[in-house]
């Protein structure tokens, strides 16, 4: 008798997603400015995509410490309003400090999964966004369906995913050897992943499958620059929950092995005192 073949716990995902965004919540806060110089030029397209301006309406899904939320904030001005959503309460309470810090009026925030927008109650909203969210929710037709829900006649939805493993081995190099090391599995069929959405023509056909129109998708080179291979190790190994998660299985020893030779391996994109992490971001926008 065959076996049957392992299956994608949907459920024990979430749990373990919402407790890995718990921990990393500081970190990820922390490292707020190295987010803003990453990914704020591909965060100024995205919101150009979908039309955010002064007096736009918004809703964030899965905004984590709500730097893009701030950007939002300040680009729609006082006559504007933006809803910042997590399933983690942890974090998305770094939004609120970071938007009370600016001195930003206009944001409230509510803890929300992602999949379950239908449960929000508000008025219909201009546009509505996700920054690497969308890759990260077990059903995204669901979640896209809450997006389009919200929104108001010829409103827009905007995500921004990752593109391939390979065109992003900051990211792609420590999972591949963590993989090796703990000996794990590929992802099971439907599971939720970094490059989940990065395959050529995916993140359009499901934007379609959604029922959005006019759908456009940018590709946006966005590199990870920090001082060394060294500083970006630390800011994935205090950023990146996921990886911890992956390496639960190993021992001490064997997981600081893990991590020294993550930082070898990332030292191929360290030149003349710089590093450099090639990374590729995929904005996507379609009109209900």
Same mark, same amino acid.
């Given at each position: 008798m065959t076996a049957n073949p392992p299956k994608f716990d949907a459920i024990k995902y979430k749990q373990t997603?919402?407790?890995q965004w718990n921990t990393a919540a500081e970190a990820w806060h922390r490292w707020g400015p190295l987010l803003s110089r990453w990914l704020g030029p591909a965060t100024e397209t995205m919101l150009d995509m979908c039309d955010v301006s002064n007096g736009s309406r918004v809703l964030d899904v899965a905004a984590g410490a709500g730097e893009?939320?701030?950007?939002?904030?300040?680009? !729609?001005?006082?006559?504007?309003?933006? %809803?910042?959503?997590? !399933?983690?309460?942890?974090?998305?309470?770094?939004?609120?400090?970071?938007?009370?810090?600016?001195?930003?009026?206009?944001?409230?925030?509510q803890v929300l999964d992602g999949e379950n927008l239908t449960e929000l109650?508000?008025?219909?909203?201009?546009a509505v966004i996700s920054r690497v969210g969308l890759i990260y929710f077990p059903d995204q037709q669901k979640a896209l369906a809450g997006m389009?829900?919200?929104?108001?006649?010829?409103?827009?939805?905007?995500?921004? &995913?990752?593109?391939?493993?390979?065109?992003?081995?900051?990211?792609?190099? #420590? &999972?591949?050897?963590?993989?090796?090391?703990?000996?794990?599995?590929? #992802?099971?069929?439907?599971?939720?992943?970094?490059f989940s959405?990065?395959?050529?023509?995916? %993140?359009?056909?499901?934007f379609s499958d959604a029922g959005f129109r006019n759908i456009e998708v940018e590709t946006i080179n966005a590199p990870v620059r920090v001082s060394s291979a060294a500083e970006c190790l630390q800011f994935e190994q205090e950023s990146f929950g996921a990886l911890h998660q992956m390496l639960s299985g190993l021992s001490d020893?064997?997981?600081?092995?893990?991590?020294?030779?993550?930082?070898?391996?990332?030292?191929?994109?360290?030149?003349?005192g710089q590093f450099e992490g090639p990374c590729e971001?995929?904005?996507? &926008?379609?009109t209900k």
């Open positions: 997603t919402l407790k893009q939320t701030v950007a939002v904030a300040k680009r !729609i001005g006082e006559a504007g309003h933006v %809803l910042a959503t997590d !399933i983690s309460p942890d974090i998305l309470g770094f939004a609120t400090v970071s938007a009370n810090l600016a001195g930003l009026n206009n944001v409230r925030t109650e508000a008025d219909p909203f201009d389009k829900h919200h929104l108001k006649s010829e409103g827009k939805v905007a995500a921004m &995913v990752y593109s391939t493993a390979e065109t992003n081995p900051f990211f792609s190099i #420590p &999972v591949s050897i963590i993989r090796r090391r703990a000996n794990l599995p590929a #992802p099971l069929p439907g599971q939720p992943g970094p959405l990065g395959a050529e023509g995916k %993140l359009e056909k499901i020893t064997e997981q600081d092995e893990a991590w020294h030779e993550i930082e070898e391996a990332l030292g191929q994109f360290e030149v003349n971001m995929l904005v996507a &926008v379609g």
